[in-house]
C-alpha cells in the first residue's frame, strides 16, 4: 500500500489509540506509568466542571475546515477495524488504568490533507478528574515513547509489503513547550520504510491537549519532512483554546 495510506493509518488510527487507550488492564488500580501521578495545570477549572462535554461541543472543540487554508481538503474521518486490536497491545504495554470505560463521548474531526501531509484531531469527554490524571501520567511515564515505538512499527508493517525494513522512533516531551498551558505534552516521531533500496520517512507528530473532563489530540504527519511547525502551532492553539472552555 501507498504512502499516503500509510499517513493516514498512522495519523488517524493511532491517535485514537493514544488518545483513548492511556490505561492498562480493566482492573482499577491507581497505578500509574512512572509510578506517580500527574496533576494538570487546569485541575481546579476541571474539578468544577461537573458535567462531562457531550458529542455536539466535542465537535467544537475539533478541528474544523475553517481552522485551514483553502488549499487542505477533509474527508470524513472512518472508524478502522483494527482500532479495537491495536488499542488493546497498547494498553498490555503501558499496563496502566484503563480508562476508556470510563468515557461519556468522543468526537473526530475530518482527516485534512494537502499533498502528503495529513492531519486530525480528536477529543474525548471523561466523566472523572481521575481519569485525566491518569492519562497525563501515563503521557510522562517511562513507558510511553517505548510502546510508541512499538505501535508505529506494527501499524507501518500492516500497510508495507511483507518483508519491508521499518524502523520507528519517538519522542515524547511533558508540559506545553512554549505553547498553550492546557498542552500535557508533544510528541515526535519518525517512521523509516525502505523498499528496492530506497527509503522513505513518514514525520509525525501528536499533541496532547486537557480541558475541562476533557482530553483532545491533534495529530500531524507527512513524508519527508515535518508538517511546518508555524502550521502546526497554530493548528494546536485552535483546539487547546476551545478544548479550555470545554
Known sequence: MGDQHLLRVCAAGLGVVILAGCGGSSSKTTSAAGGSRTPLATSPATSRSATPASLAQLEKIVLGEADFPAAWTGTAHQANASDAAWRASFVRCLAVRDTYGDKASEAFSQDF????????????????????????????????????????????AQSQPPGTPIVASFKITPGSGGGPPNVVGTGTGTIKTGVNGQQVVHYLSFTYIAGPLIEAEVDTTNVGAPVPASEARSLVAAVATRAAKG
Do not use: W
Open 113 to 156: 490533507a494537502l499533498g502528503d501531509a495529513v492531519v486530525v484531531s480528536s477529543a474525548i469527554s471523561y466523566r472523572s478528574q481521575s481519569d485525566i490524571d491518569t492519562d497525563v501520567a501515563a503521557i510522562h511515564g517511562p513507558k510511553f515513547a517505548p510502546c510508541i515505538d512499538q505501535l508505529m512499527k506494527n501499524q507501518a
